[in-house]
């Protein structure tokens, strides 16, 4: 069995935040509506736009761990390369420090957010529903776990129970390297599906409009593609190979500005997703490839 825990280990990204929402007391709903029990209203503490800076940072964080880790088959954990270990460590620190700011610009308006709500909610606003410290309510934190074979010595498990615990592992194990390849294959086939469709010309003969990303993405990929290909996926490898040599060094702008880059760029990008529709059993769409 090949040891995945030798190329990497896990990691667990755990953010709260305070939820500043709280159900309605059906006593209140009553005085309200003729049919209070068909309802389970909520109220919302203070205004949610105060709160987005935060939930914009936490998101963040998550879809960058997701960029840069490979999937892994128990929820809430992302496999990261060893070689981008100490990477992630440090960009997860940076999006800490800015979760920290955006929490702290909300504790020093929490005061009028609270005194707002206290208009807009009228009968419906309670002093009790807003936590003291709301600070405690809020973290950001991650940790890097590696798992191995229970031990079978100890005593503590009865052999059949190793012995079953055991196979678990191996199974889990397989089970990751088929995610994580699948995964490099399927992130890298809609790159190019997408690149393919941007760069061809529109129905009336004008070029589509494309974001920056549809470039910038590729560059992005390949920085990391070397630790993540972390099974040695040839075939995969020599596709991107080939997509770096479409892309050459070319900017959003050259692509843009240049009508014969763009169709070169986009038959150049056609053929590498005729051979990732083989390599991932996909019917072919219909491409020109001239």
């Not at 909300?106 to 807009?120: C, G, K, P, V």
């Not at 498990?157 to 995964?183: D, G, N």
């Not at 690149?195 to 529109?202: I, L, V, W």
């Not at 004008?206 to 040839?234: C, H, L, S, W």
Request: hydrophobic residues 40%; proline residues 4%; aromatic residues 10%.
């Amino acid at each position: 069995m090949e040891n995945l825990f030798e190329k990497g280990c896990l990691v667990q990204l755990s953010v709260s935040k305070w939820g500043a929402t709280r159900k309605i007391d059906k006593s209140k709903l009553s005085t309200m509506v003729s049919a209070s029990e068909w309802l389970n209203a909520t109220k919302k503490l203070v205004d949610p736009e105060a709160l987005k800076p935060i939930c914009k940072v936490a998101n963040a964080a998550r879809s960058h761990l997701s960029s840069i880790s490979l999937p892994f088959p128990l929820q809430g954990f992302l496999f990261v390369p060893k070689e981008m270990i100490s990477r992630v460590d440090e960009k997860m620190n940076e999006f800490k420090a800015e979760f920290n700011e955006a929490v702290e610009a909300f504790i020093s308006d929490y005061d009028n957010l609270r005194e707002t709500a206290m208009i807009y909610l009228g009968e419906l606003f309670n002093e009790v529903d807003y936590p003291v410290n709301v600070r405690q309510k809020f973290s950001f934190a991650w940790r890097f776990i590696i798992l191995d074979v229970p031990n079978g010595n100890t005593g503590i498990l009865a052999p059949e129970v190793y012995e079953r615990e055991k196979e678990k592992f191996i199974q889990t194990m397989e089970e990751a390297r088929e995610m994580a390849i699948q995964s490099l294959r399927e992130e890298f086939a809609s790159m190019v599906e997408r690149a393919t469709d941007r760069f061809a010309m529109g129905p009336d003969g004008k070029p589509k409009i494309f974001k920056n990303t549809a470039v910038q993405g590729f560059y992005d990929f390949f920085e990391t593609f070397k630790e993540r290909n972390i099974f040695r996926d040839e075939e995969l490898a020599q596709l991107v190979t080939r997509a770096r040599e479409v892309l050459g060094d070319t900017s959003p702008d050259d692509v843009r500005s240049d009508e014969f880059l763009r169709e070169r760029i986009r038959s150049g990008m056609a053929e590498v997703e005729v051979a990732m529709a083989d390599i991932l059993n996909r019917p072919r769409r219909k491409i020109i490839m001239d």
